[in-house]
């Protein structure tokens, strides 16, 4: 019944969610993925690796739809985000090779997620 219930509501907060609330969720839940297999001593391989991973297409996504030319975003913002994804690529790449470690991945999620949170406030303010 409980799984029902949830269900519903996440139908309901699918509807009524804002593409940033969506958004901030979406980095949330990652990041939140990320930060569970930082301390080496305590993580699965796999759940490491799919981490990395998810985080990566996460941010193939966004640079994939900054490049579509009817993106409204400004361009020193798309700049901006196009730099963070090369970034985030480059970096998944090294900590794959063991040569660079998770918290940096985290600092830009958690950097975006600040942004979408003024966004979101912001939004909410012009509808008051």
Do not use: C, H
Not at 11 to 29: C, G, K, N, P, Y
Not at 74 to 85: H, I
Not at 106 to 116: K, Q, S
């Amino acid at each position: 019944m409980q799984a029902l219930a949830y269900k519903a509501y996440g139908d309901v907060a699918r509807r009524t969610a804002s593409e940033r609330e969506i958004e901030f969720a979406l980095f949330q839940q990652i990041t939140e993925a990320l930060e569970s297999v930082v301390d080496p001593t305590t993580r699965s391989p796999s759940a490491w690796a799919d981490a990395i991973y998810r985080n990566q297409q996460l941010w193939t996504i966004i640079a994939t739809d900054l490049l579509i030319p009817s993106n409204p975003l400004p361009d020193e913002l798309k700049r901006s985000l196009m730099f963070l994804a090369d970034f985030v690529r480059q970096s998944s790449l090294k900590i794959l090779a063991g040569d660079e470690s998770i918290p940096d991945l985290i600092e830009v999620n958690r950097t975006v997620m600040a942004g979408l949170v003024r966004q979101i406030q912001y939004s909410v303010e012009e509808e008051v």
